[in-house]
């Protein structure tokens, strides 16, 4: 995990998992990773979920919606927050107890997406930890949301 300033970290898919304990955790702590969707990643995920939607594989039908290619499945889009989530930031001792995800932009087969998991409201006396949740090409945000974590002992 690289410190880009005192509360922010860039990790790589290589990057060991962390555990913090309640203590350690502070509003405005945040993880970013970077990951580029490849044709194989949407293959995989549609394997594991058998999301066989013609959306995503049908470029016709997808132009019939008016996306320019197939997108990738909105669900494999935030499925990288949970490893950010869980092994890193809160980390290993959180489990999810909630999500909210709203979809901005499609995500595309090629397309490299920064996602940023940020602590934004922690309330010790439940152990509960809230992170405001993107990802982002650039400038442009595709998904934004909340989870809401319950950190072990």
């Excluded at 350690?24 to 702590?29: F, H, N, P």
């Excluded at 394997?47 to 470029?59: E, G, K, Q, S, V």
């Excluded at 997108?71 to 930031?89: D, E, P, T």
Aim: glycine content about 6%; hydrophobic content about 40%; charged content about 25%.
């Amino acid at each position: 995990m690289t410190p880009s300033d005192d509360h922010m970290f860039l990790v790589e898919e290589s990057t060991p998992a962390r555990t913090l304990t309640m203590e350690e955790i502070s509003a405005g702590m945040a993880v970013t990773q970077r990951f580029v969707f490849t044709e194989q990643a949407m293959i995989d995920y549609a394997r594991f979920a058998n999301d066989l939607a013609p959306i995503h594989w049908d470029p016709l039908f997808a132009r019939e919606y008016g996306y320019e290619a197939p997108i990738i499945q909105g669900l494999a889009v935030v499925s990288r927050f949970s490893r950010l989530i869980g092994m890193y930031l809160p980390g290993s001792k959180a489990v999810i107890q909630s999500t909210d995800f709203k979809f901005r932009r499609p995500t595309m087969v090629g397309d490299e997406l920064t996602y940023k998991v940020k602590v934004a409201k922690i309330v010790p006396m439940v152990r509960l930890v809230k992170v405001r949740l993107e990802a982002s090409k650039g400038e442009d945000l595709h998904v934004e949301g909340w989870c809401q974590c319950r950190i072990g002992e």
